[in-house]
């Protein structure tokens, strides 16, 4: 079995998800983000090639006791690199923003890695969700607009992976609802705790 290490950025509350302002609000938003880290966090600690869990953040998210990272503002791509540099061996970045990350999905990321370097593409083939790399030194980090290709050109041997559990990411209210459709909703069972700012707001879309 490999060990790999992964490493999970995500922005502090309050500066979260903002292209969603137009349908939910700022809690809404921050409790859409503790959901879907949660899910990415799970994912990874049930895939049976992660070794380590890292998440790189300014503030240690709610309900995290494992390794973090402090981020220092100086930009995702720089703090990455930063990380990446004092980890030898496997390397893996997903994003915090996959509301149907499986284990599964981890699993395909690490057999295409294995081989060099593997990158996740989103849905739209335009972003980028997750990197991996049997040695953390071939990474190579370009996260914003445009993403793939720059990826792409930069590390132009890496295998390219592509499952629906990796590409979609809640960036906008078309991903919500999408995300919605895949079955991303709030507890509603017996018993199950009081409806937050994002219950509410997902309301919307579920009726």
Known sequence: MTAWTALVPIKAAGRRKTRLSPVLSEDARDELADRMLHRVLAALAASPSVREVIVLS?????GWR??????????????????????????????????????????????????????????????????????????RFAFGPDSLALHRSLMPSAAIVRRPGLALDLDLPLDLEDAVEQG????????????????????AFTC
């Open 58 to 62: 300014s503030v240690r998210p709610k």
């Open 66 to 139: 494992g390794r973090l990272s402090i981020d220092h503002g100086r930009g995702l791509n720089p703090e990455l690199a930063a990380v990446a540099r004092g980890i030898a061996g496997r390397l893996m970045v997903v994003h915090a923003d996959l509301p149907t990350l499986a284990p599964d999905d981890v699993e395909a990321l690490v057999e295409m890695g294995e081989g060099g370097v593997a990158i996740a593409p989103d849905r739209w083939s335009r972003g980028t969700n997750a990197l991996a790399a049997r040695e953390a030194g071939n990474l």
């Open 184 to 203: 991303f909703l709030p507890p509603t069972s017996p018993g199950a705790k009081a409806p937050t700012a994002f219950d509410i707001s997902l309301q």
